[in-house]
């Protein structure tokens, strides 16, 4: 099996179906529509891909245009051949945005 280079996984509450529509949309064309990635339950938005590509940019930009101010959660997305999780969390209409090493986080989780 071959190794996943990108992982993403985020979560956001609330995320109405507007959300869901415009992160399906800015995804499309990179992921395509046979891929389970992208997961709407209630009002709550995940995130869960792990491949070669992910059009982060569009789907920051397209969370950032539709989600509520008052929504919370984060986008973690992790580069494996950088070895860094990048965090995007919502903060008014933009993400606040920290990258650091995965040794880094590792060693705060204890491992």
Known sequence: MARAPIKVYAAFSPAPDEVLAAVEKAGRAAIGHDSDWLFHEGNFLRIAWE???????????????????????????????????????????????????????LEYSGH
Do not use: C, M
């Open 51 to 105: 491949g070669l590509y992910f059009p982060l940019e569009d789907v920051l930009h397209a969370l950032a245009a539709t989600l509520p101010e008052n929504a919370e959660g984060k986008l973690d997305y992790l580069d494996l051949d950088d070895w860094t999780i990048t965090r995007h969390v919502p903060q008014k209409r933009k993400f606040q945005t920290s990258t650091r090493s995965l040794n880094q986080v």
